[in-house]
């Protein structure tokens, strides 16, 4: 059964003060590793894909690596904007329709 | 503008009663879904739809019901035999290209059991 683990559950970071979440998964062939963001009362908006071990994608002060066992998404120099629930999901190599398993996620809170 | 539209965003139901969710979307997306969202859980899919006049059970399928009638429209009923309703649920779609991975979703409807 494909699982995804985050860590921590919550984060409070001071302004500026960068940090990083995990997001450990086990599937059993992995098509695709997703990370979205999501706001209070809202739906979860999409910020990155990576397909394999190594890849690398950043956008503005996140940068989301991938390795075999986990994904990292880093917050440089993050302002109080960037709280959010951040969550991660997998997509496995077999099964069709796009079923994506999510972890619980990280709830960040970036304060003045 | 384009995007998904949930409705309503917020509906009280008594216990017993049957309710329907509305999930409309103008991206011309071929596939949408319905997931759960529980505080401490993680997204749960309930039913999926690839093409119109077909669907697929998801992993939380017991309770409720869909059709896909329109490309544009996929409705989600909440029955009574859901034995604990009280949820957010959010709808999403996905384009053809489904390697990206990316879904798009609408802002939720919050439903409460009284």
């Known amino acids: 059964e494909d699982q995804v683990t985050q860590s921590p559950e919550a984060l409070r970071l001071q302004e500026g003060e960068s940090s990083s979440l995990n997001c450990s998964y086990t599937?059993?062939?992995?098509?695709?590793l997703f990370w979205y963001r999501q706001d209070p009362g809202k739906g979860p908006e999409f910020l990155f894909t990576?397909?394999?071990a190594g890849e690398e994608k950043e956008k503005e002060r996140l940068k989301a690596t991938l390795t075999k066992k986990e994904s990292f998404l880093h917050i440089t120099a993050p302002k109080p904007e960037d709280s959010a629930t951040y969550l991660c999901?997998?997509?496995?190599?077999?099964?069709?329709?796009?079923?994506?398993?999510f972890g619980t996620g990280t709830q960040l809170k970036v304060e003045l | 503008d384009g995007g998904i539209t949930q409705s309503p965003k917020y509906l009280f139901r008594k216990e017993g009663q049957n309710v329907t969710l509305s999930c409309e979307q103008n991206?011309?997306?071929?596939?949408m879904y319905w997931y759960r969202q529980d505080p401490g859980q993680g997204l749960r899919l309930i039913y999926y739809?690839?093409?119109?006049?077909?669907?697929q059970k998801g992993d939380i399928a017991e309770g409720y019901s869909v059709s896909r009638e329109k490309k544009e429209s996929f409705p989600l009923t909440v029955t009574s035999a859901q034995k604990n309703p009280t949820a957010f649920y959010l709808c999403?779609?996905?384009?053809?290209?489904?390697?990206?991975?990316?879904?798009?979703f609408g802002e939720g409807s919050r439903l409460t059991v009284l």
């Open positions: 999901a997998v997509r496995p190599l077999t099964g069709g329709g796009n079923k994506l398993t």
């Open positions: 599937v059993s062939g992995l098509r695709g």
């Open positions: 990576l397909y394999s």
């Open positions: 991206l011309n997306h071929d596939a």
């Open positions: 739809s690839q093409i119109v006049n077909d669907f």
């Open positions: 999403a779609t996905a384009d053809r290209d489904y390697n990206t991975g990316e879904l798009f």
